[in-house]
């Protein structure tokens, strides 16, 4: 199948950016540098699968100084291969006149960067710029891990009358040198977007998760193992001389090679008797999930127990010596298990934490004893 017009797409029923059985692929480079860059890009991703062609035309850069985007100029060149390659192509708009300037050079599809959803005053006005125009808008993930933030951006574009929205998740940033990556992929965050609004794809954007070319095809996959709607990759002719993200740019061929050995997991070799053993599989989950909260509760009664018995005894609620061996018994426990040390170890901080909580509340007289 070559690719899509978004005029075609409109004919169809379901979303902008959901093709059954596929994933929706964005692909062109971070920055749009000249007419011959575009050109050649586009040129390059026509055997391939890809939806949309993007480029940034104005770049949030962190620190003055660096390359801003073409601006205006990069606008004309889109419009050119558009044209050209039959190739429908976003950029990201960041205030109302990147609004009106897209939509002057006919701009298919827009996107908020990170930098804009953390702002809701900003979102706004975008909102209320778009109010009456019928264009699909993609908004980020903001910078910091706050899926309040992002579903608000996306609640406040739709409020403008934008029924064509999907989310990209491009990673949440933080202050950790060691991390493999330049913005973390935080999973839980979109997996929790995911769940307050299904109906909504969510792309991935692995170039800005990883910020490192060697890593994109790695995040690429967990993402369609996920069930992640598409993916945002940056393709750049050459990325070692790439005016913007150099570091995590990939060629077209690189591309190519990346589409085509990633499995999809699009549940086609479900025949009709694995949806029942897949139910009978979640119903016995079920029963031990009700039973790991009820051995929590039991927990939970015991640590009261012993919050009275501390606070009898005029003892602080935090014993060191018992955390330290909680952490050495459970891990041994772990191991024992064939389960993640890790994991588990994590777990039991969450729960005693709850549990000094209680207790604390306890020899505070603000916990009146039910049983005791
Ligand atoms: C980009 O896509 O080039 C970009 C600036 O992304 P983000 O908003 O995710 O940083
Ligand atoms: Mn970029």
Redesign the pocket.
């Known amino acids: 199948m070559g690719l899509l017009y978004p005029f075609d797409i409109y004919l169809c029923t379901m979303s902008f950016f959901t093709e059954k059985g596929k994933p929706f692929i964005i692909a062109g480079p971070?920055s749009a540098e000249s007419a011959e860059q575009v050109h050649e890009v586009a040129k390059a991703l026509q055997p391939m699968q890809v939806h949309l062609f993007?480029a940034?035309v104005w770049?949030?850069r962190t620190r003055p100084g660096s390359f801003e985007g073409m601006g205006e100029a990069a606008l004309q060149w889109l419009k050119e291969i558009k044209k050209a390659y039959n190739l429908a192509v976003t950029i990201?708009v960041a205030t109302p006149v990147h609004i009106e300037l897209a939509l002057k050079y006919d701009i298919d599809v827009l996107w908020l960067?990170?930098?804009t959803t953390v702002n809701p005053f900003m979102v706004q006005r975008l909102a209320d710029t778009l109010k009456g125009v019928n264009i699909p808008v993609m908004i980020?993930n903001p910078v910091n891990p706050d899926v309040d933030l992002w579903q608000g951006a996306i609640e406040r574009i739709a409020g403008a009358g934008i029924t064509d929205i999907a989310a990209i998740h491009?990673g949440f940033s933080t202050y950790n040198a060691a991390s493999a990556y330049r913005n973390q992929p935080n999973w839980p965050i979109p997996i929790e977007l995911k769940r307050r609004l299904p109906d909504m794809p969510i792309i991935c954007?692995p170039s800005?998760i990883t910020g490192n070319s060697a890593l994109v095809a790695d995040i690429a996959q967990k993402a369609m193992d996920m069930g992640f709607e598409g993916l945002m990759i940056?393709t750049h002719p050459n990325p070692a001389l790439a005016l913007s993200?150099a570091a995590q740019q990939i060629t077209p061929a690189a591309l190519q090679q990346l589409l085509a050995n990633m499995p999809v997991r699009t549940g086609d070799n479900a025949e009709p008797g694995r949806g029942m053993e897949l139910e009978q599989l979640r119903q016995v989950m079920d029963g031990v999930d009700a039973e790991i909260i009820d051995m929590l509760a039991r927990r939970m009664e015991l640590s009261e127990k012993i919050g009275y018995l501390k606070k009898e005894c005029n003892m602080p609620a935090y014993q060191p010596e018992r955390w330290n061996e909680i952490v050495a018994t459970r891990g041994n426990r772990a191991d024992q298990a064939g389960i993640s040390r890790e994991f588990i170890l994590e777990l039991y901080e969450k729960i005693h934490h709850h549990s000094i909580s209680k207790q604390l509340e306890i020899l505070q007289g603000l916990l009146k004893a039910v049983k005791s």
């Open positions: 971070c993007r940034g770049k949030p990201e960067g990170a930098r980020k491009r954007d800005h940056e993200d």
